[in-house]
């Protein structure tokens, strides 16, 4: 019995001292309608101060192009 949960710890401090690499934080937003100019990080006049830290603070797109206005979110 002590050799069991004396492995079973071990195997366990193991498998957590191999997985020491940082993943990166991703995160995906998906809003349904949402315009370019309705994000005040994109100069709108409307206040979005945690999306604006989010947008300051990671990578924003300039440049970008979109099918279906609304499709993902309305299927």
Known sequence: MV???LSS??????AQ?????KR???IIMLADD????DLGCYGSEIETPNLDSL??????FTQF?????CCPTRA
């Open 3 to 5: 050799a069991v949960l």
């Open 9 to 14: 710890h071990l195997s366990h401090s193991f």
């Open 17 to 21: 001292s191999a997985n020491t690499t």
């Open 24 to 26: 990166p934080n991703i």
């Open 34 to 37: 949402l315009g370019y100019s």
């Open 55 to 60: 947008a300051q603070h990671g990578v924003r």
């Open 65 to 69: 192009y979109n099918t279906g206005r």
